[in-house]
C-alpha cells in the first residue's frame, strides 16, 4: 500500500475512535474487512435465493441499524480524509454462486467504512484506555464481530 494510502488509514482510526494504527496493523485490517465483507455478502446471496433471485441486490445485504449508523458517521469521516477510493479496491468482491447487482458494487466501499468504524469503536468498547491495538484486542474485536455478523 502507497504511503500516502497509509497516512489516510492512520488519520481515519485517530478520528473515528483515536486509535494510532500503524502500518504493522493494515494487514490485520485488510484481513478483517475481506472476511467480514465476504460475511455480509454470503447472506446476501442466502436472501437473494430464498427470494428466487439470481442478482445480490442492496437490501440483501443484513445491514444492521448499528452499521447503517456507522456508515453514516463513515460518510462524515470521509469528507476530509477521502478514503473511500482507497477502499474501492480494497473492497474485492468474492466469487460467488450469485452476481452482484450495480448497486450493491456501488455501496461497497461505504458498507467497508462502516465497518471499519464499528471496528474502530469496538476497540474502545474492549478497552476504553487502548491507543495502539495488539494481537488480544484485534483477537477479541474478531471474535465480536465473528458472534455478531
Partial sequence: MEVMAIARFERFFRVAAGLDLDKSDLKRYGDFVNQKLYDLLLRGQAA????????????????????QESI??????????????????????????LAYSFEVESKLPEIVGGLSVALAQTFKIIDPK??????????????VFNLLL
Fill in 48 to 67: 437473494a435465493k430464498a427470494n428466487r433471485r439470481d442478482v445480490i441486490e442492496p437490501f440483501d445485504l443484513p445491514v444492521t441499524k448499528g452499521l
Fill in 130 to 143: 487502548v491507543k495502539n491495538p495488539a494481537s488480544p484486542e484485534w483477537e477479541r474485536a474478531f471474535a
Fill in 72 to 97: 453514516h458517521y463513515f460518510r462524515k469521516i470521509d469528507e476530509t480524509i477521502e478514503l473511500e477510493p482507497i477502499l474501492q479496491h480494497l473492497a474485492t468482491l468474492p466469487a460467488l454462486d
